[in-house]
């Protein structure tokens, strides 16, 4: 777990995808949200408990089995609103959740709950004190999006340490991400801190000058 002043990030490796949930809050005000609820549902809302957050807002950074398989679980036992891109929206959300490996995260999945907000570029994300942007960052899928704020930026499955997202599924383009990852984030400065959607932890700076995709 971390801390950026009043801010509180704890990370968790879900599902046999070893996706990256996030369970972002404020010290201060004690409420939270949870990013990408990808599988073991229990997990992430013991884990928000034990941190002493009521969360109040469930993201998903883009609907790609992996990382909204636990959606429907979480937003049931905590009663949050659930956030996605208007890109993705609920029918594209049902699509994904449909068409990708849903037996290897136990074969027991959900229908998932209808989108309580649809989120466009530049809009903001409250969480008490804390403000998030929304960063429209296309590429991996059409609504794939990335929250800045704070001097970090949960970047989904758009940039990783030392690599990029997938572009071969449907709806994606490597040409769109390669413009989204130069656009919105190598813009960023070289201390901000990345939390991709697979993988550990990174710095703008690290992979504007190591990640093997952005050089050249």
Same mark, same amino acid.
């Not at 469930?58 to 883009?62: E, F, K, L, S």
């Not at 990345?194 to 550990?200: L, M, Q, R, W, Y």
């Given at each position: 777990m971390s801390k950026n002043e009043a801010m509180i990030v704890k990370g968790l490796e879900v599902g046999p995808f070893l996706s990256d949930c996030y369970i972002v809050g404020s010290e201060k005000t004690k409420k939270g949200m949870i990013i990408d609820p990808g599988a073991e549902a229990g997990l992430i809302l013991k884990t928000a408990a034990g941190l002493g957050l009521s969360i109040t807002l469930? =993201? $998903?950074?883009?609907t790609h089995v992996d990382h909204i398989a636990a959606l429907a679980q979480v937003k049931e036992a905590t009663r949050a609103?659930? $956030?996605v891109h208007e890109a993705e929206g609920i029918k594209k959300v049902a699509q994904v959740f449909n068409?990708?490996?849903s037996p290897l995260l136990g074969g027991s999945l959900r229908?998932?709950?209808k989108p309580d907000r649809l989120l466009r570029e530049g809009d903001i994300i409250e969480i008490g004190e804390l403000r998030f942007t929304v960063l429209h960052t296309p590429g991996h899928t059409p609504g794939g999006i990335c929250l800045l704020g704070r001097g970090v930026v949960f970047c989904g499955d758009t940039l990783f340490n030392y690599s990029i997202g997938r572009t071969d599924f449907p709806g994606g383009s490597y040409g769109q991400?390669?413009?989204s990852i130069h656009t919105k984030l190598m813009t960023l400065p070289d201390n901000t801190r =990345?939390?991709?959607?697979?993988?550990?932890e990174t710095t703008i700076g690290f992979e504007r000058q190591w990640n093997p995709f952005l050089q050249g």
């Open positions: 469930i =993201v $998903a950074t883009h609103e659930f $956030a068409r990708m490996l229908s998932l709950p991400l390669m413009n =990345v939390f991709p959607g697979h993988g550990p």
